[in-house]
């Protein structure tokens, strides 16, 4: 299991310690071990790499996938969603390049390659039968792609809040733009991250560059007040954020190119769309703009969380869990 710190500091001393203000000579802070370094963490071997993987249930149940946001977070933080083992086998994976999973150049990482591992992590716990899939933010954008590319592989999609879908989506995406204290955030991070040890690991300090900055990054009007509880992971992944967000940033122009709706019309499996009541950027309307992606067949539906912002399943976590429960248990 990877290291976890049980901690009785007071918040200011905590956040100060993240960001290796009481950290003072180089090499004095140490990430988790990737699966390639540590053998010992739950892990398969997909496609030629190694992906940290973690599943749940009866492997003769119903498969749900569950797919983790970013680009670049991990699945720790709905690992809660492990509660839906008593009827279904929960499969959990860090996607190519982030968390534990194995770290490779960004540029052996696309949207193809996130789907086609994903199709692996499939055949491999549900050879011949179709899953449910289960995304948030990043991670619903992937799961419809998967679902457009392979409809039949897929028997039910519950999608919490999708970044965006396609060039007209993104276009209407309101991702927020960072203030003087994010900035000033920016900086400390960067200086912290030198105190990172990166012997052996050349993805280190970019990694945790970026778990650092992450929180900065999330506007006030998608979440439900300013105290919010830090995110829980087990290492965020640069080179996965490198290759799709960070190309983003680089060329506009490239990230107007992506479609993950592409082949929706041929999926006619029903779709749960959840929205935090709190996300005043992608409000209720934004996601029923990308429920028209979806065809008729699909009846794609939205229930709205109370006192829930974009990171819902954290939020409200017995909310977000019987509304997916209840969802999944009209397909039984």
Not at 8 to 33: F, K, V
Request: charged share 20%; with cysteine; proline share 8%.
């Amino acid at each position: 299991m990877p290291r976890s710190t049980v901690t009785s500091r007071p918040p200011w001393l905590q956040r100060l310690a993240g960001l290796g203000l009481l950290c003072l000579l180089p090499g004095c802070m140490q990430l988790p071990a990737t699966v390639d370094q540590d053998p010992q963490l739950p892990q398969l071997q997909l496609r030629g790499h190694r992906f940290h993987v973690r599943s749940f249930g009866d492997p003769a149940a119903p498969v749900l996938v569950v797919l983790h946001g970013g680009p670049g977070a991990d699945s720790r933080y709905l690992l809660g969603l492990a509660a839906l083992a008593d009827r279904y086998r929960v499969v959990f994976y860090d996607q190519l390049g982030s968390g534990l999973s194995e770290r490779v150049p960004p540029a052996q990482i696309s949207v193809d390659s996130f789907i086609a591992d994903l199709d692996a992590i499939v055949d491999h716990h549900s050879p011949g039968r179709p899953v449910h899939l289960l995304g948030h933010s990043w991670g619903a954008m992937l799961a419809s792609a998967y679902a457009g590319r392979h409809p039949q592989r897929v028997a039910r999609l519950v999608l919490a809040e999708p970044g965006f879908l396609d060039a007209d989506t993104l276009a209407a995406f309101d991702g927020g733009r960072p203030g003087w204290r994010a900035m000033l955030g920016f900086a400390t991070a960067w200086l912290g991250k030198w105190r990172v040890a990166s012997a052996g690991d050349p993805y280190a300090r970019d990694d945790w560059f970026l778990q650092a900055v992450f929180p900065l990054t999330q506007p006030e009007n998608t979440r439900c007040s300013r105290a919010q509880p830090p995110l829980q992971a087990w290492r965020f992944g640069s080179p996965a954020f490198q290759a799709t967000v960070g190309r983003m940033m680089d060329d506009p122009a490239w990230g107007r190119t992506l479609d993950f709706a592409r082949g929706l019309e041929h999926f006619h499996g029903p779709v749960l769309f959840l929205h935090g009541a709190c996300n005043r950027a992608q409000d209720e309307a934004y996601q029923r703009r990308l429920m028209q992606r979806f065809s008729a067949q699909s009846h794609a539906r939205l229930q709205t969380l109370a006192d829930a912002g974009h990171f819902m399943f954290n939020d409200q976590p017995q909310a977000s869990l019987a509304a997916v429960r209840g969802f999944l248990a009209e397909a039984d």
